[in-house]
């Protein structure tokens, strides 16, 4: 979810959006918007990732605690601990809470009832910055990831770049572990964020992977992704637009699983140019915890959507998939 509030031509703010939230190896990033050459486009890229977190603030705050905890009840619907002891991943969306939160929460009791002492997030790392949408954007295009400086694994504890501390990815997912871990009066295991960019079908060859194995012998993991933006706010033509209910979540499905699918068969380029057709913001994360935890079988158990059509001033329909997702080992 993301907010166009801020740009001085609304057209070229949606352009933008476009590019970093959903897609930003499409080929109209580049045509529509020209953001390494225009100062305007980079302040307001600052003031997007400004607006948005004051967009997830305002949407806790409107759940607030009864909310928070009708959701935390909601997900007790899935009992998804067993999943993550046999090594699974879960992942769980970052779209709008009200939509979704009870997906993340259902994430948030798997962890905790998992009875592990740690927990691996797998995170999405949007690009915020000229730099990062451009060398994402190059390394789709076959270039190698090893000449830009975001290559490799971001998060908690490392010392190398930050860009990860102004992602708003997980910030729901915090807000449900923080509320759970109080109503159950525990402190919980340890919590390790990581954000992987720019794995361009290679994961194996990130830095810092291996020591991100080391990691995860001893955790469960699960991830996040919003695996499936649509309709005229994300760029996709008004005739090939669905509305959620008029076969979009049918589409959104397919496709989800279709990518799924081939993210399970270790097929990491194949699903790299999966997340750029269909404009999934989790090509990275995807591929990192698929080759940390090795084959397995995936599947949506629920699946909803959140209306982005306000936030952008544009036509219906223009929304984004939340999906829960399982991963089982064989």
């Not at 076969?247 to 990518?259: D, P």
Request: hydrophobic letters at 35%; glycine letters at 10%.
């Amino acid at each position: 979810m993301w907010q166009a509030a801020g740009f001085t031509s609304m057209n070229r703010g949606l352009a933008f959006l476009r590019c970093i939230v959903s897609d930003p190896t499409d080929t109209r990033c580049t045509e529509n918007v020209s953001p390494l050459n225009t100062n305007t486009m980079k302040l307001n890229r600052t003031k997007l990732q400004q607006e948005i977190h004051e967009l997830y603030d305002r949407e806790h705050a409107e759940m607030g605690e009864r909310g928070t905890l009708e959701r935390l009840e909601r997900a007790r619907a899935w009992n998804l601990a067993p999943t993550l002891q046999k090594g699974g991943v879960l992942v769980f969306p970052h779209a709008g809470v009200q939509d979704c939160g009870h997906q993340i929460a259902a994430c948030v009791h798997a962890c905790l009832d998992s009875g592990a002492e740690r927990v691996l997030v797998v995170s999405v790392l949007h690009a915020f910055t000229d730099e990062m949408e451009d060398a994402r954007i190059r390394v789709a295009n076959g270039e190698s990831p090893a000449q830009f400086p975001f290559w490799g694994i971001q998060g908690t504890g490392l010392n190398e770049r930050d860009e990860w501390q102004g992602d708003h990815a997980l910030m729901s997912w915090r807000h449900f572990w923080n509320a759970e871990t109080k109503r159950r009066g525990v402190k919980g295991p340890e919590v390790i964020e990581r954000y992987p960019y720019l794995a361009g079908g290679k994961p194996e060859q990130l830095p810092g992977i291996d020591e991100l194995a080391r990691l995860a012998e001893n955790a469960v993991i699960v991830s996040t992704a919003d695996p499936f933006h649509h309709g005229i706010g994300y760029g996709t033509p008004p005739e090939e637009s669905y509305h959620p209910h008029e076969g979009g979540l049918e589409l959104a499905r397919a496709k989800i699983q279709e990518g799924i699918d081939t993210l399970g068969r270790g097929d990491y380029s194949g699903y790299n140019q999966h997340c750029v057709q269909w404009k999934s913001d989790a090509r990275d994360a995807g591929q990192v915890f698929r080759y940390l935890r090795g084959a397995m079988r995936g599947q949506i158990l629920d699946m909803t959507y959140s209306d982005a059509s306000d936030l952008y001033k544009q036509p219906k329909p223009t929304w984004v998939a939340a999906a829960l997702i399982e991963w089982q080992t064989p």
